[in-house]
């Protein structure tokens, strides 16, 4: 981002169009990013004399202050003095006061009497005197990450965020939607997804989806870190393949219209992002407690929008069940203003045909509401409790569990000599609940595993007192088998544990 005073557009025809660089101002690039690396070891006001005269032999100075703007963060300024400046400037106030400078020869005779104080030459004490002032600073090094032609790319992002500080609504359309609302809700902006009727589409990728992030005046009052957001935003968006912004802008009390599209902005050296990112600690929280369970549920951070009669809405998870094709979604409803709070309640109501959770804060007060909308709420304080959440998908299981117990067969006859329950869950799509109380009269059931009698017949005559713990361990592996402890208790043996030397089989 730039400063406001190096803002650069055009407001013909009562518009608001940033002042883009092109190719042909890469030559004016390249002298910046020259005149930079040609300065290491200088000061800065000599740095800013060089930038000066660019200046004036370029057609526009904001532009050349823009590059320069942006270089000057990848600088690294030093105070490079011989002596600490404070030290020298008290040391020489002091002789300054005992000599009384007035003339030259005065300042001379106080510059001599510092410098035998603290051992240095006169020189060094003159040089070190205002060394920490910003314009004497030395520039020591500068890690230009750009090329000309990147430094343009990066200068245009940064202008086209610089005019968005005074937006006051946005308008996304994006090839990827989701990745946008991330941002959206990691920056705390408010927000709305709407479809666009016939007459107002105008393809992004096929995308007939609008995303309208509210501005600042419809919350409490205009604040740059507002307008911050707006633009940190934007970088997000200009990252998509394909994707258009519009935004009303108040400039100085008069509303403009600003167009921005992937033609005009892009990110230099984009790399893909794969860490799933969260958008508050309560959301982050409960994502790690739910997926430390071993649930029959797999949790999907940021799912498929759900429409909500002309809108469409985003929920934070998806909880999709292992053994069937069932979702459920689940919004956490944080801490809104009240008017953000009945717009998100109007947006359930709509949403229909899906299974919807809503974990709420129960300082909103809007449980009862959401219940009305045929929701179930969650109320919650401080942090959500994974309990409640379980409690709430069991009823689901239940009735799942119940639909899949009446496609199975009333006995199973599997194949495989040795196999375990959850195989089988795996093998017909159900839970492994839905199959523990079917007949198997094939087999006979060892804890969690369904063997042969033949093959137990085997185990048993190859397992025989004396025998160590390792050695069964390493029969039951022949054949499939790793409920050791099962198998032992099922053929009348036990275990005799021999201190740290390992365990002897014996019979019961």
């Known amino acids: ?107 001379m005779a106080a510059l001599d009497r510092v410098a035998q104080q603290l051992d240095a030459t006169p020189e060094s004490v003159e040089g070190s005197l205002y060394a920490d002032l910003e314009s004497r600073e030395v520039l020591a090094e500068v890690d230009s990450r750009w090329s000309p032609a990147e430094l343009v790319e990066q200068y245009n992002l940064s202008l086209a965020q610089t005019a968005l500080f005074d937006a006051t609504e946005v308008r996304i359309r994006s090839s990827d939607p989701k990745t946008v609302v991330s941002a959206l809700k990691r920056l705390r902006l408010l927000y709305e997804i709407r479809r666009l009727p016939e007459s107002e589409r105008r393809s992004v990728a096929d995308n007939d989806r609008e995303i309208v992030v509210t501005g600042p005046d419809a919350l409490f009052k205009k604040t740059r870190r507002y307008g911050t957001r707006f633009a940190r935003l934007l970088r997000t968006v200009a990252k998509t393949t394909e994707w258009r912004l519009e935004a009303t802008v108040d400039d100085r009390g008069t509303e403009r219209n ?38 029959d549920w797999t949790l999907v951070r940021e799912p498929d929008a759900v429409a909500a009669g002309e809108h469409v ?31 998100k309640l109007t947006r359930l109501e709509e949403v229909m045909d899906v299974e919807l959770l809503v974990a709420v804060d129960e300082s909103l007060g809007v449980g009862e509401e959401i219940e009305d909308r045929d929701h179930r709420a969650i109320p919650y304080s401080g942090s959500v409790r994974i309990k409640d959440v379980r409690n709430a998908l069991r009823r689901y299981e239940e009735q799942l569990q119940a639909d899949a117990a009446q496609t199975l067969p009333d006995v199973l006859h599997p194949e495989a000599d040795v196999v375990t329950l959850a ?26 595993t369904l063997l042969r009698p033949a093959v137990l017949d085997t185990i048993s005559e190859e397992i025989t007192p004396g025998l160590s713990l390792a050695a069964v361990e390493g029969v039951l592996e022949e054949y499939g088998c790793s409920e050791t402890s099962a198998v032992l208790g099922h053929l009348g043996y036990g275990v005799e544990w021999e201190g740290l030397s390992g365990g002897t089989v014996r019979e019961r």
């Open 1 to 107: 981002m730039l400063t406001k005073e190096l803002l650069r557009v055009s407001r013909h025809g009562g518009g608001y169009r940033p002042q883009f660089a092109d190719e042909s101002h890469e030559q004016i690039a390249a002298r910046v990013i020259g005149c930079y690396q040609g300065h290491v070891g200088e000061q800065r006001e000599t740095l800013r004399e060089t930038l000066s005269t660019i200046e004036r032999e370029s057609d526009d100075f904001k532009l050349v202050r823009g590059f320069a703007k942006l270089l000057d963060r990848e600088a690294t300024w030093e105070v490079q003095s011989p002596i600490d400046p404070e030290r020298a400037r008290e040391a020489a106030f002091a002789a300054s006061e005992a000599v009384g400078v007035v003339t030259e020869a005065e300042r």
């Open 258 to 295: 600003l167009v921005l599209t992937d033609g005009d902005v892009t990110v230099p050296g984009v790399d893909p992002v794969t860490e799933v990112t969260y958008d508050s600690g309560i959301e982050a929280e409960f994502a790690r407690r739910f997926e430390s369970l071993d649930l």
């Open 313 to 343: 809405v985003i929920p934070d998870f998806a909880l999709d069940y292992d053994f069937g094709d069932f979702r459920v979604y689940f919004e956490i409803m944080g801490f809104w203003t009240p008017d953000y709070v009945e717009k």
């Open 423 to 448: 195989a089988l869950s795996d093998e017909y799509g159900v839970s492994k609940q839905a199959i523990e109380d079917m007949a198997f009269p094939d087999h006979e059931r060892v804890g969690g």
